[in-house]
């Protein structure tokens, strides 16, 4: 039972260029999210998904979209990075997308926008 | 706009101490937190929540309190060890607000051999 993966670890991409960055759960969990870690910052939701077929925006969405491909995954795309987002990513999934339900974490895209 | 904050982002202790790592909230409509612990190049680990209707909590070495009255949450770490030293954040979950947690920015605990 391996959690939350993602993938790739590290990544270094130009300004203009694109990426997706993917994360798969086997806790078969309805809800997943994607987050941000910025120095200095807390963690900042940008996109999640109550369940397979819905997504929906967080707090900081722009430069961003996703697609929630099955149950299991829930992948995040850079359509033309900016150094802005040069941060670590994270995705997280809970088994609901309801008050007091734990959410769990992958081990983070760290991503340099050169 | 409220948000979740830590009164200490660097705590130092010795292996074998107790550590307490503190949390102030502002939000009242707050009915859920929880604590994580992010060891370097890993992800967030939870270790522990608490429900509002609670005022304190036990794991196994950690015990997290919460006072309602001043907005306060605080973690305790019995024992500690080397392997504690790591950056532990706090998060609230706001009633109505579908699992959105709002994360404070964490307090680097360093455990000193």
Same mark, same amino acid.
């Given at each position: 039972n391996a959690g939350v993966t993602q993938t790739p670890k590290f990544q270094v991409l130009k300004t203009g260029q694109s990426m997706t960055l993917q994360c798969a759960q086997d806790m078969n969990h309805n809800s997943m999210y994607w987050y941000r870690q910025d120095p200095g910052m807390g963690l900042r939701l940008i996109y999640y998904s109550a369940s397979e077929g819905t997504t929906d925006k967080g707090e900081v969405p722009n430069g961003y979209n996703v697609s929630r491909?099955?149950?299991r995954e829930f992948s995040l795309r850079l359509e033309s990075a900016a150094p802005s987002q040069t941060s670590v990513y994270f995705c997280a999934s809970s088994e609901a997308l309801a008050e007091q339900e734990t959410q769990y974490f992958g081990p983070g895209t760290r991503l340099l926008v050169l | 706009g409220e948000s979740v904050g830590l009164h200490l982002p660097t705590l130092s202790v010795q292996e074998g101490d107790n550590s307490i790592i503190n949390c102030a909230y $502002? #939000? $009242?409509? $707050?009915d859920y937190f929880i604590w994580y612990k992010q060891e370097s190049g890993k992800g967030p680990q939870f270790i522990i929540d608490i429900r509002s209707n609670m005022d304190k909590r036990q794991g196994q070495r950690v015990t997290v309190l919460l006072n309602k009255t001043v907005k306060h949450l605080s973690l305790q770490i019995a024992a500690t060890q080397p392997g504690d030293s790591a950056v532990y954040f706090c998060a609230e979950n706001i009633v109505g607000?579908? #699992?959105?947690l709002i994360f404070g920015t964490g307090t680097l605990l360093a455990v000193q051999p």
């Open positions: 491909l099955n149950k | $502002s #939000n $009242s409509a $707050s607000a579908t #699992n959105k």
